[in-house]
């Protein structure tokens, strides 16, 4: 059997993007999502997007964002049994 491996980062990406010019001394509207991201997360996410045979291997935090990082990647289509959580880490 043969297949590929990726090693390395997996981070969560908060983005904010502004609905409005910025208001001096003000509020300014914003929508933010919360993204994968990391190179190597990117690029495992891709290749199982195109029905490669993919194992990603990373370490995440045994926190929020972790659990958020491996619900992704499961519904992304990548397993997470090689994703290992360290408690008392934060997640990237």
């Given at each position: ?64 964002f ?27």
């Open positions: 059997m043969s297949g590929i491996c990726v090693i390395g980062d997996v981070n969560v990406d908060i983005v904010s993007m502004l609905r409005e010019p910025l208001q001096p001394n003000s509020d300014t509207q914003t929508t933010n999502s919360l993204n994968l991201g990391g190179s190597p997360c990117n690029m495992s996410m891709w290749l199982a997007h195109i029905d490669a045979q993919v194992t990603f291997m990373a370490a995440v935090g045994a926190d929020l972790g659990n958020w990082i491996k619900a992704e990647l499961d519904k992304g289509g990548l397993a997470t049994d090689q994703i290992q959580q360290f408690p008392g880490k934060s997640s990237g």
